[in-house]
């Protein structure tokens, strides 16, 4: 398992921005599939972002299509999640997911972060005036 941890949540009035990261320290993010995911309160947990191992493939939630971007820097061996036009329903907790095989190097699926072998601990987003 690798030791991911979120980072980058707070406060934000509805139409801000927030970048949250995810990163592994001491070992490597290359080729590994990672997923964003988050829990409202009251609501179960919901795919937001996935991007393939080899970054060749991305999907979003029609949540936030258009509004959030994910995207990696593998020489800081991070992966972000920009998030702009924050509305108070994007309120919740945001984990990095990350997992590795021949599929997901190509390929990711939201639904995946169940399946896979490391998870984050979360950064809490507010989204409130």
């Known amino acids: 398992q690798l030791p991911l941890v979120e980072s980058g949540g707070g406060l934000v009035q509805p139409g801000g921005s927030l970048r949250l990261s995810c990163t592994a320290s001491?070992?490597?993010?290359?080729?590994?599939?990672i997923i964003w995911f988050r829990r409202a309160p009251g609501k179960e947990r919901e795919g937001v972002s996935c991007?393939?191992?080899?970054?060749?493939?991305?999907s979003y939630a029609d949540s936030v299509k258009g509004r959030f971007t994910i995207s990696r820097n593998s020489a800081k061996n991070t992966v972000y999640l920009q998030m702009n036009n924050l509305k108070p329903e994007d309120t919740a907790d945001y984990h990095c997911?990350?997992?590795?095989?021949?599929?997901?190097?190509?390929?990711?699926?939201?639904?995946?972060?169940?399946?896979?072998?490391?998870w984050g601990r979360g950064t809490l987003v507010t989204v409130s005036s």
């Open positions: 997911a990350a997992g590795r095989s021949p599929r997901t190097l190509l390929r990711c699926s939201l639904e995946d972060y169940w399946t896979m072998p490391s």
């Open positions: 991007v393939s191992g080899s970054d060749s493939y991305s």
């Open positions: 001491g070992s490597t993010l290359a080729n590994y599939s």
